[in-house]
């Protein structure tokens, strides 16, 4: 099973680095959807599904948090997993993030094998490839 | 802003953080004033504001490029030297900030680039002002606190 994943960050640099290092991890990625900020995401998803997203918080135009927003209030959009990756990892940062609908939070810098552990873990894939359920509540998410 | 020494480290620890996990440069505190061939800067707001510019000789920034994206020195343009530098001062930022209060929201602006050459030294403006050297590669980070009222 490989999936299709959606990089959302206003930094080439960083998309970049974040697809090299989901293909380097051996996470199985059918395809990369690259977007600059929310809007950009938004025009997206319009017309092409993806699994996962991972979303940087400060973007201009529409930032990460915004972009939840507008997620969670499309009907089909809201069920996708999203992973904020951010360097503003505050704890409060990172519950208003959960609040909104984020499933994930990886804080910049990252080492390769956090993405995909937390790739996995939200997607609910186990090593085997098989898909586990998740039975955690919210307050179950480390900091 | 008291505790300059605890708040040199804390930047400097940052740096050093981002740098190896990101960039796999290796940085040594020096005092020597550099030469720098391009500036970024980026504001941070929360329980205290301020703002942080990093200094960079074309050949660190070329070391980060290649590095972070696997680029050969003649794929590097000046627009991927920007989005590292950029991208380098927004993690820098973050980390810093967290480590000054993990319990508290800050915000930061959104990096500014600059193709700029110029003199960057111990006695430059700035509150804090930290020198790096890497191999003959020079990196110059810079903190202001801003005052009440600004």
């Given at each position: 099973?490989?999936?299709?994943?959606?990089?959302v960050?206003?930094?080439?640099?960083?998309?970049?680095?974040?697809?090299?290092?989901?293909?380097?991890?051996?996470?199985?990625?059918?395809?990369?959807?690259?977007?600059?900020?929310?809007?950009?995401?938004?025009?997206?998803?319009s017309?092409?599904?993806?699994?996962?997203?991972i979303?940087?918080?400060?973007m201009?135009?529409?930032?990460?948090?915004?972009?939840?927003?507008?997620?969670?209030?499309?009907?089909?959009?809201?069920?996708i997993p999203?992973?904020?990756?951010?360097?503003?990892?505050?704890?409060?940062?990172?519950?208003?993030a959960?609040?909104?609908?984020?499933?994930?939070?990886?804080?910049?810098?990252?080492?390769p094998?956090e993405?995909?552990?937390?790739?996995?873990?939200?997607?609910?894939?186990?090593?085997?490839?098989?898909?586990?359920?998740?039975?955690?509540?919210?307050?179950?998410?480390?900091? | 802003?008291g505790?300059?020494?605890?708040?040199?480290?804390m930047?400097?620890?940052?740096?050093?953080?981002?740098?190896?996990?990101?960039?796999?440069v290796?940085?040594?505190?020096?005092?020597?004033?550099?030469?720098?061939?391009?500036?970024?800067?980026?504001?941070?707001?929360?329980?205290?504001?301020?703002n942080?510019?990093?200094?960079?000789?074309t050949?660190?920034?070329?070391?980060m490029?290649?590095?972070?994206?696997?680029?050969?020195?003649?794929?590097?343009?000046?627009?991927?030297?920007?989005?590292?530098?950029?991208?380098?001062?927004?993690?820098?930022a973050g980390?810093?900030?967290?480590?000054?209060?993990?319990g508290?929201?800050?915000?930061?602006?959104?990096?500014?680039?600059?193709?700029?050459?110029?003199?960057?030294?111990?006695?430059?403006?700035?509150n804090?002002?930290?020198?790096?050297?890497?191999?003959?590669?020079?990196?110059?980070?810079?903190?202001?606190f801003?005052?009440?009222?600004?």
């Amino acid at each position: 099973m490989s999936f299709n994943v959606l990089i959302v960050d206003d930094s080439n640099a960083m998309r970049a680095v974040i697809k090299k290092v989901i293909g380097l991890s051996g996470f199985k990625m059918d395809s990369c959807l690259e977007a600059g900020n929310g809007r950009e995401a938004m025009e997206l998803l319009s017309d092409q599904w993806v699994d996962v997203i991972i979303s940087d918080i400060n973007m201009p135009e529409v930032n990460g948090l915004e972009f939840l927003d507008l997620l969670k209030e499309n009907e089909t959009l809201k069920e996708i997993p999203v992973i904020m990756i951010t360097t503003e990892a505050s704890e409060q940062r990172m519950q208003e993030a959960f609040d909104r609908g984020a499933k994930g939070f990886i804080k910049k810098p990252f080492l390769p094998e956090e993405i995909k552990r937390v790739l996995y873990e939200v997607i609910g894939v186990g090593s085997d490839g098989q898909y586990e359920e998740d039975t955690r509540d919210a307050d179950e998410f480390d900091f | 802003m008291g505790n300059t020494k605890k708040i040199q480290e804390m930047l400097m620890n940052s740096i050093f953080d981002v740098f190896e996990k990101m960039f796999f440069v290796f940085l040594e505190p020096c005092d020597e004033e550099m030469k720098y061939d391009l500036a970024a800067s980026i504001e941070f707001s929360g329980p205290v504001k301020g703002n942080l510019r990093a200094y960079l000789s074309t050949g660190i920034a070329n070391s980060m490029v290649e590095n972070m994206l696997g680029l050969e020195t003649n794929e590097i343009t000046d627009k991927t030297r920007e989005d590292c530098a950029k991208e380098a001062l927004n993690m820098i930022a973050g980390s810093f900030v967290h480590k000054l209060d993990a319990g508290k929201v800050f915000d930061l602006s959104i990096p500014a680039y600059e193709k700029k050459a110029g003199r960057f030294g111990m006695e430059s403006p700035g509150n804090v002002n930290l020198l790096f050297d890497s191999d003959g590669m020079s990196l110059g980070v810079s903190m202001s606190f801003y005052t009440e009222g600004k």
